[in-house]
């Protein structure tokens, strides 16, 4: 089953701009967490934000989360083209033993 | 050098064949997931286990098998059942308390000839 719901599902911009990525979600959750992948390569860890917390901040990221809305949203500010890649929200649920339930992502190109 | 590997990168394999993909971890983690993801798919769990000895199936386990008879590996095997196996396959590992996070593998892509 597929929790999460990813807007836009790809998204081109310039060096420089912001990037925005939302993710919607059906369920309570412990957490949620933001994970990026490079073409044909595995999952690299973003940012995690728990469910009692608002928004959340590492480097040139911000991530919000709106339990009573069940949406969340990545921001990247001033991108690079090093940021072209997916961007997958995934959120653990309460009572289901730490599995997480990934969204179908957004891919992001940022041209240079 | 902790990490999480598996291999091969690239298989291949004919119509009716078995085939076991490897994940090992030096993590110390007590969870091991695998995933499966199709073209401009998100990932859609086939097994996980949390502890030696234990697992569960995931979303889509029919057509795949998996042990978990050490902390360090758990191999998958997709069976002849399986009737789309083309895909790539990540493996992946945690602790287990409420705010740990996946560290993923690099992926084996597997391609039925």
């Known amino acids: 089953s597929q929790q999460g719901e990813e807007d836009p599902q790809a998204l081109s911009i310039q060096e420089g701009e912001n990037a925005t990525m939302n993710c919607s979600y059906k369920t309570s959750i412990n957490n949620l967490q933001w994970y990026r992948q490079n073409s044909g390569r595995g999952l690299v860890h973003l940012i995690l934000i728990r469910s009692n917390e608002r928004e959340k901040h590492s480097g040139r990221l911000r991530v919000t989360l709106d339990t009573s809305k069940k949406s969340s949203s990545l921001l990247i500010t001033a991108s690079r083209a090093a940021d072209t890649a997916s961007y997958f929200c995934a959120t653990d649920e309460y009572n289901q033993g730490g599995k997480l339930i990934f969204g179908q992502g957004t891919e992001l190109s940022v041209k240079p | 050098d902790g990490g999480i590997t598996q291999s091969p990168k690239y298989l291949f394999r004919k119509e009716g064949q078995n085939v076991t993909l490897s994940c090992e971890q030096n993590l110390n983690h007590d969870a091991m997931y695998w995933y499966r993801q199709d073209p401009g798919q998100g990932l859609r769990l086939i097994y996980y286990?949390?502890?030696?000895?234990?697992?569960q199936k995931g979303d889509i386990a029919e057509g795949y098998s998996v042990s978990r008879e050490k902390k360090e590996s758990f191999p998958l095997t997709v069976t002849s059942a399986q009737k789309n196996p083309t895909a790539f396959y990540l493996c992946?590992?945690?602790?287990?308390?409420?705010?740990?996070?996946?560290?993923f593998g690099p992926g084996t892509r597997l391609t039925v000839l």
């Open positions: 286990s949390q502890i030696v000895n234990d697992f």
């Open positions: 992946a590992s945690s602790g287990t308390g409420r705010t740990d996070t996946q560290y």
